[in-house]
């Protein structure tokens, strides 16, 4: 009888652990993300949404509003608003849009969709 306990113990250990090699396919992110490079302008999303503000005339105060944390936001050529995310790696281009509020720029980075919602995670940012 004890041979037959040994068995199962080695057959229950081989299920368990052939179960873990599948567990690097649970590791892969679960959202893709392409490359993209878009002009347009940086907005203050809580002006732009709540006021409809945009433009050279509310520059200023979109530079003050993104930098005391309001969300940012790049408005297409093709009139498409874009979420701006910072990068975890690093965050300088991000924190260089947010000097560029109100201006026409080029960002590159990853962009993002998930529930209807884009984002670009900014890699690098250009003024035009």
């Known amino acids: 009888m004890k041979p037959i306990s ?5 057959l229950v250990l081989s299920l ?3 179960g873990f090699a599948g567990m690097p396919a649970l ?3 679960e959202h893709e993300s392409k490359s ?4 347009g302008e940086v907005l203050d999303l809580a002006c732009y949404l709540g ?3 945009q433009g050279a005339e509310h520059a200023e105060c979109a530079v ?4 005391a944390g309001q969300p940012m936001g790049l408005k297409a050529s093709d009139g498409k608003v874009y979420l701006l995310v910072s990068s975890h790696e690093d965050d300088k281009p991000f924190k260089q849009a947010m000097d560029l509020g109100g201006q026409q720029v080029s960002v590159t980075g990853s962009l993002f969709e998930k ?3 884009k984002a670009i995670e900014v890699a690098s940012v250009k003024k035009l």
């Open 6 to 10: 040994f068995v199962r113990l080695v």
């Open 16 to 18: 368990v652990f052939s």
């Open 27 to 29: 590791a892969q992110p």
């Open 36 to 39: 993209v490079t878009v002009q």
């Open 51 to 53: 006021e409809g503000a």
């Open 64 to 67: 003050k509003c993104l930098k």
């Open 115 to 117: 529930d209807g919602m």
